[in-house]
């Protein structure tokens, strides 16, 4: 609000997915008069001209406002869904997919897209923070082996009941995490807040970072060759 729209968008990945006709993406020709200052020696002519072809550069502002509009009018939808049905109903995920559908042809500028996956790495920095202090207090403080709790951890980040069965057993370390427990449980609790904070589960915060990952190792080579 209140800023140019070429400081947020810089065009659009795929043209023509039905929201706007192909023809939009080409800049209005220049308005006749604005193409005769350029031969106008008259210095007001010329600066009018500079400031038409200045707003006719960039997207275009209506097919904008309509693409911004239909995201955020599926961005309610899609909340709706996710508070009614939760997050892993085939109704949430339909309605997040259509989200996202709308969302992947908008092409931000670097940066605008460069404050987004920092949005993204800060959450995948916060998660590892709390995934390596229960790692610690498992492995380090109760002595459980490092394999175990590789293979039991994954899957149980916001578990709170999970360190019940393990206190419960008749493993060595089974004292020590009961004794534990209220630590692991406050870190567990800070892995629920983030899921709240962000709209994603821990699961799909890993997952958006690996393919951050990979899509900057293939634009790095593209660079190289």
């Keep these: 609000k209140g800023g140019r729209l070429s400081d947020v968008l810089s065009g659009y990945i795929d043209p023509d997915d039905g929201i706007a006709p192909p023809a939009a993406e080409v800049p209005p020709p220049i308005d006749a008069k604005a193409a005769k200052a350029d031969d106008d020696s008259d ?3 010329a600066e009018a ?5 200045e707003a006719e550069s960039g997207p275009d502002p209506i097919i904008a406002a309509q693409r911004f509009g239909a995201v955020a009018d599926q961005m309610e939808i899609t909340r ?14 339909a309605e997040l997919l259509a989200l996202a559908e709308l969302f992947m042809p908008i ?27 229960i790692m610690q207090l498992c ?13 039991q951890f994954p899957g149980n980040e916001i578990d709170e009941s999970w360190t019940d069965a393990l206190a419960k057993g008749k493993t060595k370390y089974a004292e020590a995490i009961g004794r534990l427990q209220p630590d692991i449980i406050r870190c567990q609790q800070k892995l629920t807040a983030l899921e ?12 958006i970072n690996r393919r951050m990952s990979i899509g900057e190792a293939k634009a790095r080579r593209a660079k190289k060759e």
């Design 107 to 133: 092409k931000l500028v670097p940066k605008q897209f460069e404050g987004l996956v920092e949005r993204v790495r800060s959450a995948l920095d916060r998660l590892r923070q709390q995934e390596r202090a």
């Design 49 to 53: 001209s500079d400031d038409e072809e």
């Design 80 to 93: 709706k869904a996710l508070k009614k049905h939760g997050r892993h109903n085939k109704a949430a995920i």
């Design 43 to 45: 210095d007001d002519d």
């Design 196 to 207: 709240t904070e962000t709209g994603l589960t821990i699961a799909e915060i890993k997952d």
């Design 139 to 151: 492995v380090r403080d109760a002595r459980m082996p490092r394999a175990d709790f590789l293979r």
